[in-house]
Each structure stands twice: as structure tokens, then as C-alpha cells.
């Protein structure tokens, strides 16, 4: 499965990845306005006719987000298959997704919040680990996927870092039901990303990622050359008191996940910027050729 990705995520995105057999998936955040999710919505749906695989909107179900009631809203109107929740969500809208049939998913980071998940009745847990693009979790996906299989018998997710075929038979053994992968798309050609963003995911790799948590409060992963490109020191972001930062010195109005690039570990995998086809069908040679390197043993 695709992860959705502030900017970065498109409707040609999200019809290439499920035309190539992977979930797509979209935040609703990254149209403009509600008006504008309405024909992205009406986009994907015309572009994925006839294909067997879903899609999945993002929504941020948090009080902050004043555009929640109508996008909701237009998911039930628009039946998208898949919802992934983030932050605060709550039964209402769990309940509001099931009225039409849809699937919901939720993302955590820690046993704790796979619970709270559980309680409101989401069909799927996304376990972020560390080593995930934008807000990222710190525990292993060793303890993380142990501790949340031991008790959650449904639709387990494994996030974090997965960047090839080997990660995706990895997380399989670790009781995974599906792989979601961000960072990668962040250097196909239908990304919303800047020239200098896509080149930059194929030049970095894990060396090359910081955590921050200065933007939002929250750990979020980021590009070392994008930090050190726009005049910040990166050991200001992270900040004990998870105080924030003012980055608009200079007048400039620069801003992260916009100009200050996030991306996770796994960036090493990424060789060349490609169409998410050409990227997804290296992935599914290197899991064939980790499987028969696993049977040959
Ligand atoms: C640039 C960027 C933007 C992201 N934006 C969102 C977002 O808007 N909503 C969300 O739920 N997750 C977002 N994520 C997190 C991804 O959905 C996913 O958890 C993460 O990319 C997985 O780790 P990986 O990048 O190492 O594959 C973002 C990740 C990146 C790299």
C-alpha cells in the first residue's frame, strides 16, 4: 500500500500506484479547498475504472482541521473505499465511514494508541516504526508489531522505512498483513515534488535523514541537505521542550514539508526518478527475488 503524503501525493499518483496493483492513497488536504477534493475524487474514480484495486483518502481528524466536516462529507458522497485516519479520531466518524461500506485505518506508534484505535472500532491498524517519513514513530517494528499482533487479530499495517522487497517479506514475517511505502514516491515523476526534492531522494540515504520535532510538536523525519539549504542548524529542530522554532528569519516565508523536505530512512533503496509503475515493478522483482533467496536457504 501507498502512503499518502502532504504536497506530495497526487490524483495521476494514486491512479498509477493501484493501476500498478498497490493501494494508492491521497490526503484530502493536499486540494486546496473542499470544492477541489470533490473533482480529485471525481479524477481518481475515472481513472481507476474497471481496476479490481482501491484507493485511500486521508483525512486529519483533528479539531485544528476546519475543513473535516466537508470532506468527510464528500467521502461519503464520493464512497471512497479506504480511509486513513490521523490524530484524534473518533467512533462518529469510524461509524459515519462503515454507514457506506468503506474500510477505515488508523496510524499509531505505540501499543498505547493501537488500543484507543481499537476501541473506536477501526478495521486496521498502521504501525509507524521508526525510520518512517514525516511524523515518525522511535520504537523498533521488532517490539512494535510484537506487542500489537499479540493482542490485534485484524488488518495489520507495518510502516516505516520499507523500501524494497526484502523490507516487504520482512514485515510479512513480522505478521503484517500489508506494507505501506511513502518516501520512495516522493521521486516518481506524477509526485507533486520539486525537480531539486526528487533528486535529492535519490542522491540521500539514511545518514542524511534528522529528526525534528520543533514544526509540529511531533517527531517528524527530514532532509539534511534541505535543513542545512534553507539557513538552519539541525540540531535546533529538535527540542526537549518540543518548543517551536521560528524558521521565517530573513523574511522569507519558508515552511516545512514545503520548502524543508521530510522523508524517511528507506531513501537509499531509490535509485532513479521513475514513474511509480517502473518503481513498483522493481519492488515486486526484489520481494520475488527475496523470497526465492529465503527458499534457497
Ligand atoms: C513528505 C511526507 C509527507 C507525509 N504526509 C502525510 C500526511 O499528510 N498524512 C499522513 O497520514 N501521513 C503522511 N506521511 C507519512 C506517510 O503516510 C507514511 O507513514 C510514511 O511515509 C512511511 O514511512 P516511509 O516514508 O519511510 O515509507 C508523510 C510522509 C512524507 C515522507
Known amino acids: 500500500m501507498a502512503a499518502p503524503m502532504f504536497i506530495a501525493s497526487?490524483?495521476?499518483?494514486?491512479?498509477?500506484?493501484?493501476?500498478?496493483?498497490i493501494i494508492g492513497s491521497i490526503p484530502a488536504l493536499n486540494a486546496r479547498t473542499?470544492?477541489?477534493?470533490?473533482?480529485?475524487?471525481?479524477?481518481?474514480?475515472?481513472?481507476?475504472?474497471g481496476c479490481q484495486i482501491p484507493y485511500a483518502v486521508n483525512l486529519v481528524a483533528h479539531k485544528s482541521n476546519d475543513?473535516?466536516?466537508?470532506?468527510?462529507?464528500l467521502t461519503i458522497k464520493h464512497r471512497v473505499p479506504i480511509v486513513v485516519l490521523a490524530l484524534a479520531a473518533s467512533a462518529k466518524i469510524v461509524d459515519a465511514i462503515h454507514g457506506y461500506g468503506g474500510i477505515v485505518l488508523n496510524d499509531v506508534i505505540n501499543?498505547?494508541?493501537?488500543?484507543?484505535c481499537a476501541d473506536i472500532g477501526v478495521d486496521g491498524i498502521i504501525a509507524v516504526a521508526t525510520g518512517a517519513g514525516?511524523?515518525?514513530?522511535?520504537v523498533s517494528p521488532f517490539a512494535l508489531m510484537a506487542e500489537i499482533r499479540e493482542w490485534w487479530h485484524g488488518l495489520l499495517i507495518l510502516s516505516g522505512c520499507i523500501a524494497t522487497g526484502s523490507a516487504i517479506l520482512a514485515a510479512e514475517a513480522l505478521g503484517a498483513d500489508l506494507a505501506y511505502v511513502g518516501s520512495p514516491f516522493l521521486a516518481s515523476t506524477e509526485a507533486n515534488t520539486q525537480p531539486a526534492f526528487k533528486q535529492m531522494i535519490v542522491d540521500c540515504a539514511a545518514k542524511d535523514v534528522v529528526i525534528a520535532n520543533c514544526f509540529t510538536g511531533a517527531n517528524a523525519s527530514f532532509l539534511l541537505p534541505s535543513v542545512t539549504a534553507n539557513g538552519l542548524d539541525p540540531a535546533s529542530l529538535w527540542r526537549p521542550d518540543r518548543g517551536a522554532v521560528d524558521i521565517s528569519g530573513g523574511g522569507s516565508d519558508r515552511k516545512a514539508w514545503r520548502d524543508i523536505w521530510s522523508a524517511g530512512q528507506g531513501i537509499g533503496a531509490v535509485k532513479r526518478v521513475e514513474p511509480a509503475a517502473d518503481f513498483i515493478a522493481w519492488l515486486a522483482d526484489?520481494?520475488?527475488?527475496?523470497?526465492?533467496?529465503?527458499?534457497?536457504v
Open 10 to 21: 497526487t490524483p495521476d499518483l494514486v491512479i498509477a500506484q493501484c493501476r500498478s496493483g
Open 34 to 49: 473542499s470544492a477541489e477534493l470533490d473533482n480529485d475524487l471525481t479524477r481518481i474514480e475515472q481513472g481507476l475504472e
Open 67 to 73: 475543513r473535516l466536516d466537508a470532506d468527510l462529507e
Open 111 to 116: 501499543d498505547r494508541q493501537a488500543r484507543k
Open 134 to 138: 514525516g511524523h515518525t514513530g522511535n
Open 286 to 296: 526484489d520481494y520475488a527475488r527475496a523470497r526465492r533467496a529465503i527458499a534457497a
